[in-house]
């Protein structure tokens, strides 16, 4: 089993910036990728920033792109979100996720975090 712990989440107002960690414990020998994901009130979960297949690449949801980035430390086994420029529509409880393989080509997660809640006024 693999252990996610998220942190680093808060209320900030619009404009301004958080960075969100998760750090991964237990078998993390057997983890391919780890990526973010995000849920507001209402609305179904959704992928945020993660590696592409290749591991080189990261992809951003396209709502992000040019204001959060991706980075990870791959001793510490922990992945980091940097949040700029935050909107009252990033609101929402956001997740780390783990993947231990691929389907289809595509790094399928099956581990997660509890989610560290990002709350954005305006």
């Known amino acids: 089993q693999v252990q996610l712990v998220e942190s680093g989440g808060g209320l900030v107002q619009a404009g301004g910036s958080l960075r969100l960690s998760c750090a991964a414990s237990?078998?993390?020998?057997?983890?391919?990728?780890m990526g973010w994901f995000r849920q507001a009130p209402g609305k179904e979960r959704e992928f945020v920033a993660g590696?592409?297949?290749?591991?080189?690449?990261?992809n951003y949801a396209d709502s992000v792109k040019g204001r959060f980035t991706f980075s990870r430390d791959n001793a510490k086994n922990t992945v980091y979100l940097q949040m700029n420029s935050l909107k009252p529509e990033d609101t929402a409880l956001y997740y780390c996720?783990?993947?231990?393989?691929?389907?289809?080509?595509?790094?399928?997660?099956?581990?997660w975090g509890q989610g560290t809640q990002v709350t954005v006024s305006s």
């Open positions: 237990g078998r993390t020998f057997s983890v391919l990728a």
């Open positions: 590696p592409q297949w290749n591991a080189v690449v990261t």
């Open positions: 996720a783990a993947s231990g393989r691929k389907v289809g080509g595509a790094y399928k997660y099956d581990y």
